[in-house]
Each structure stands twice: as C-alpha cells, then as structure tokens.
C-alpha cells in the first residue's frame, strides 16, 4: 500500500469514514486532493479563535457519496436549520400547491339583517393571514424606502366586507376567533421566556394574525421634555400602551442609552420607557401578541363596526386544549405505517376521526358567511426559508398534525415529522426535535442528518421550488450580506439555509464549485463564545475550501 493510501485511510477514519469513503472522495480529483480538502477543512475548525467551540461538518456529493466530515454523527442544535427538516416534510405531506382557508360563519339564525348567535371566525392553519410578505420580494426589487405599515389588516377588511354584503347588519352574541383545528399548545418545549415576548416567540395558533405580533412605533415629541408619542400598528386597541418615554434635546445622548419596551407575560399592558432626542427616527419593536384568535375577533369586531354593523357581545378567543402524552415527537411503527400510506397516495388518503368532526370545519347548523384562502405552501416556504421567519414554520408543523392526526397535538405532529425523515433514510438516533423552527434549545442533529436530508430533497418533485427558498450567498435572504458582493468568487454559488441560537450557529445546503459540481454541506457549531462572529469567519472560510475543491 502507498503512503498516500496510507493516509486517505488514516484521514478517512480520524473523521469516522471508513476506507470506502476514502474511495468515494476521489471523485473529481486525486485521494491526496480530497484528503487536503478534509484537511484544511480540520485545520480551520482548530483555529485557535473557535477550537473551544463544537464542530461538526458534512459533505457529499449530490448523490450522496461522502466526502468529508468531522463529528458528523454527533449531536448539534440545529437552530434554524430545523426549518429545511420541516420544510421538507410539509412539501412531501401537504404537497407544495396546498392552501389554508380562513372561514367567517354565524351561528343561528340570520334574519332581517340580524344574526341570533355568534359570529365565528375559524381558522384553518393559514401561516400568513393577515400578513402581507408571502410571497418573498428579493431585496433588488424591493421598494426603498419600505412602504409603512398599514393601520388596518387587509385580509380582516376583506372578510368584514363579505359579512356586510350577505346582508349581516346587527350581532346579537359575540364575534369568536376559534384556533381549535389546532389543539392549543401555543409555546413549544425548550422556548426560553424571553423569546417569548417578541418576534421570534410569537405563539402558536391555527387563527395566526399579522404573523402574530404589534409593531410598536416610538416617535419624539416636538420639543424636549415631551412626552413621546408611542402608537400600535395594526391599529387595534389590545394592548394598554403604558408610556413613560420621553423626548430629549435635538442631537443630545439619551440619558437612558435607549427606548426599552417591557410586558409581563400574559399581561396586556406593555410599558415603554426611556428617551428619543427631537428629530431622531421612529424606534420600532415588534412584540407578540399573546392570544391570536382573540387578537383576530377584536379586529373583525371594529372592522364590523365602522361599517355600521351592531355587536352586542365582545370579542373572544375559542381554544380547544388536548393534552397528549409526550412533547419530543418519537414515532412509532403506527406512525411510520400512516406517512408511507400518505406518501404512496396523498390525495387518496383519508384521516377519520370517530365521534366528532374535524375541528376548524364549519358544524351543523353554522352558516358559511366568508372565505380567506392563502398562497400556495410553497410560496410561504420559500419566504419563512428567506428571513427564517419562526411563526410560519410552527405552523406547517401544526397543519401536519391537523391534517393526520386526531388530536392534532405538537406531538403528533412531531410524530409525523420524524417518521418522514426516517422513511427517507435519515437514523432515528440522528434526530432529537421538539418543534417545527429551530427554537428550542432541545432540537439536536447530527450534520450527516442535514446533508441526507438535502441529498433526499435534491430527488423530491418539489426540489427546484425547495432549493429556491434557500438563502442565495451574496444575493438574498440571510446570506444577502455573506459571500459577496455580487461579483465575488461565490457570490450566487452558495445555496444554504442559515440557524443562530444563542451559541449555536449553522449554514446547510447546496455549493457550486469551481469545477462546476454541486455538493452538498452542512457545518454546525456549538458552544462558541458569547458576543462572537470568529465562528462565523470561520464557517465561510470552510464553504470556501470546500468550494475551491483542495
């Protein structure tokens, strides 16, 4: 045997390969090639800037022959990665040209312009109602400046519209915002308390509205010592807007260093505090809102309202709460049985629930008044896979589990996830998932996990829209600022979704390489310092050896 076959096997197996994928990493190039490629790619991860920090990489070709990797059967957190996982399993489960319908129904009779009951506005799992990003705009072709948000929700316009117009002119019981086609379970297991309170731990509900949160806007007063003047976008009177923020001289160092926005959970009050100099810009903070559905009816309440219809009730949140053992989404044989059944026949299959009808349907003796459907799946994937937006990918993980389950838990959902990826050949010991978006602190994978997802995905019929949702290095989405500017050597060559949580950071996807092949990767780190980017350098200079092929 060669001394440089001697050590393609050392390499091979310092990296948990064996000899035979030392074998397969000669494609395109010499075994000494491909070792200096693992090499190099070791060497970065020992930098002394980040060598305290967890490494894991895997790379393969398209077809799934290996090419290097380090730690690749250790567990990582996934971050935001999760979203490829779910991403995956929605398009294949649900079918990427599905929608979600929003329904507005009375209950009793409706006569002479006066309904005897409530109205009821269900919600069918539409990630994006009442939001206005699906679909994804590239920042190319984006208005500058961004247009300002709108103080109504047009969708919950569009629906008031249609009640007036099948003649609804008086309620004599409540406007309802009914989220149980999920069960209601709205914070995943390992969401920390202060996501909880903003954008990326907005709660999750089947009536999803303006992607569940208030855009709060703190403007300075007209002269120094004023107070500020704090307004709520959608203008829907929820939250009590406590304000002791004040307006501070015209280029003066606020004396508080910033405008700090503070609500308790659960409560709905939100107190804002600090100081904005005269002639400084709008501050912006978007918080959750705690209780969708109930959010929803007081907006299809006042947009009822100022068109002259009288409601006698208030408006209300209609939950269903289903407690269902277990929160980590272990399938079982049962559950590997129904997704190969789904996957063998998606339309033909059929879920039936014994005593009682799927929740979000319209029941006896309700009248359909109005319908919201949304954009296809797909185009709502390819904007959560853009900006990583949190919220959407929980509830394709819910629809999941409204769709094939009965008591349409987390759980069961979970269930279903991890029976897709099992089924498409990844080891269920590679997989720990709790939700759907990557924030909780519990999702583990390992990287040989995410590249066997994405080399099974490169198969799927989905695959082109799929790899298009990915962020494109130097170009769009997260990786807008990464590998460019355009013109650089991969700028438009890196296809790759992103993940940040707390000191895990991620990059998984597609690279095209200076010979013209598509790889496959994905590097994860965890326990990097706090306040850091050293891991990040780090993580581009590695897409870059694997780019660069030696």
Wanted: glycine letters at 10%; proline letters at 7%; aromatic letters at 6%.
């Amino acid at each position: 045997m060669t001394p440089t076959s001697l050590k393609a096997i050392f390499v091979a197996c310092m990296f948990g390969l064996g000899p035979i994928h030392a074998q397969m990493s000669m494609q395109g190039g010499t075994q000494g090639t491909a070792v200096g490629f693992c090499d190099k790619v070791l060497a970065l991860t020992n930098d002394p800037t980040v060598a305290a920090a967890h490494w894991g990489v895997s790379v393969t070709t398209m077809d799934g022959a290996l090419l290097c990797g380090i730690n690749q059967a250790q567990l990582f957190r996934p971050a935001s990665n999760n979203k490829l996982l779910t991403a995956a399993a929605a398009l294949a489960l649900l079918g990427p040209d599905r929608r979600f319908t929003t329904t507005v129904v009375a209950e009793g009779e409706l006569k002479g312009g006066v309904l005897h009951g409530s109205l009821r506005l269900l919600g069918g799992g539409d990630p994006g109602f009442g939001a206005h990003d699906v679909p994804y705009v590239p920042p190319a072709l984006q208005a500058k400046p961004s247009p300002p948000e709108p103080p109504t929700i047009a969708d919950i316009e569009e629906l008031a519209d249609a009640v007036v117009a099948k003649g609804v002119r008086s309620i004599r019981g409540d406007v309802v915002g009914d989220d149980s086609y999920f069960a209601w379970d709205p914070y995943p297991r390992g969401w920390m308390m202060e996501d909880l309170l903003g954008y990326d731990g907005s709660p999750v509900s089947a009536l999803t509205i303006h992607d569940s949160l208030v855009e709060i806007d703190v403007a300075a007063g007209a002269k120094a010592g004023d107070p500020a003047v704090v307004t709520a976008l959608p203008d829907v009177p929820y939250y009590q807007l406590d304000n002791e923020a004040v307006t501070g001289a015209a280029g003066e160092q606020p004396r508080t260093g910033r405008v700090s926005m503070d609500r308790d959970l659960g409560s709905r009050t939100i107190t804002i505090s600090g100081e904005i100099a005269a002639g400084d810009a709008v501050r912006k903070q978007r918080v959750a809102i705690h209780d969708p559905a109930e959010y929803a009816a007081l907006a299809l309440k006042l947009a009822l309202e100022r068109r002259g219809v009288k409601v006698a009730g208030a408006a209300v949140a209609g939950h269903e709460v289903v407690r269902a053992a277990g929160r980590g989404g272990r399938a079982d044989s049962g559950t590997d049985t129904v997704v190969r059944t789904i996957l063998a026949d998606p339309a033909g299959y059929k879920l039936t629930c014994p005593l009682k009808p799927a929740a979000g349907e319209p029941k006896p003796k309700q009248t359909v008044l109005a319908t919201h459907q949304s954009p296809r799946l797909m185009d709502d994937v390819i904007y959560t896979a853009k900006v990583s937006q949190n919220l959407h990918a929980e509830v394709f993980l819910r629809d999941l589990g409204a769709v094939y389950s009965c008591d349409r838990t987390p759980a069961a959902a979970m269930a279903i996830v991890r029976a897709y990826l099992v089924q498409a050949g990844i080891a269920s010991a590679d997989l720990v998932l709790y939700d759907g978006s990557g924030l909780s602190g519990h999702d583990m994978v390992t990287p040989r996990a995410m590249t066997g997802l994405l080399v099974y995905a490169a198969k799927q019929p989905w695959f082109a829209g799929f790899k298009a949702a990915l962020p494109v290095g130097g170009v769009d989405g997260t990786l807008a600022s990464r590998f460019g500017p355009p013109g650089s050597a991969l700028a438009g060559r890196v296809f790759a979704k992103t993940g940040t949580l707390g000191e895990s950071r991620d990059l998984s996807g597609y690279l095209a390489t200076a010979t013209g092949q598509t790889l496959v990767f994905s590097v994860l780190v965890d326990n990097h310092p706090p306040t850091t980017t050293a891991d990040r350098v780090v993580m581009d200079k590695i897409v870059e050896t694997i780019a660069a092929g030696n």
